[in-house]
Every structure is written in C-alpha cells, then in structure tokens.
C-alpha cells in the first residue's frame, strides 16, 4: 500500500510493500522527493525545560516527556510530529520496550503514515538516570 502526502513542493510517499509485515507504528519505506526541508532532531532524553529528569526509573513516563520534547523541538522550526519519516529509539538494556511503544503511539494518536523506527538495545545513555532516547528526522515545505 502507497500513500502519498501531497504539497505544491514535495512529495512523501509511505510505502509498506504487499509482502512485508503491516504494523501501525511504523511504516516500513518513506520516499521523499521534491524541494522540502529536512529536519534533524538530537537525541532527546526525559528532561524538563530546565534539564531535571522526568520519570526516573519509569521508561514509560520518560518516553512521554521525550515525545514532548521532540514535538517542540519540531513545532520550534513550524513542523510536527506528523512531519516525522525516521525514529531511532535508543532504550537501555533490561528495560521494557512495551511502555516505550504505548508512550509513542499515544502521542502520535490518530495521525496516519507513521515514520519509519529502529530500535536497539544500549549499554547506557549520558546519564545513568536516563533509560531511553529518541532521536528524528523530519520533512516540511520550504
């Protein structure tokens, strides 16, 4: 199945072949073509606006304030969470990836065509606090 999100500028197109694995919170190959910008986020952890630590020792409360954090990062340069086509989800080893997946797939809600995710198993973060990071790529009109 192929969908395509249409601008006057660009053009993404999500893509989950016939014969691969369907799942609603990733899409397995996202096209990008046309004059777009594209939008690096950083690794973010579970930190507040003055760089305390949401949810320590909870993997799922962290992730809910990563999610926050990158949809400000996104909304900062006039984008959002639906602009995302690629994830990387960084989760320390021994942690649940479970809370992890809920904590996304609530703050992406109903929002069609998901991006593209890995995720991987780290020794550790920057902080021994935190146990997950995400970072993001991001595509919007110019």
Request: charge should be neutral; charged fraction near 20%; include cysteine.
């Amino acid at each position: 199945m192929v969908m395509r999100t249409d601008t006057s500028a660009y053009r993404v197109k999500h893509i989950d072949p016939d014969n691969m694995m369907k799942n609603s919170a990733f899409t397995q190959v996202i096209e990008v073509s046309g004059q777009v910008r594209t939008i690096y986020i950083s690794g973010q952890n579970a930190v507040d606006r003055l760089g305390k630590i949401v949810g320590k020792g909870d993997v799922g409360v962290q992730t809910e304030q990563i999610m926050k954090n990158l949809s400000s990062a996104l909304r900062a340069v006039g984008a959002g969470l639906e602009d995302m086509i690629k994830c990387t989800i960084c989760l320390v080893h021994g942690q649940p990836s479970e809370p992890v997946r809920q904590a996304y797939l609530s703050a992406w809600g109903d929002r069609p065509n998901p991006p593209t995710i890995s995720l991987m198993y780290v020794a550790g973060l920057a902080r021994p606090e935190f146990l997950a990071e995400i970072d993001a790529i991001a595509v919007a009109p110019l």
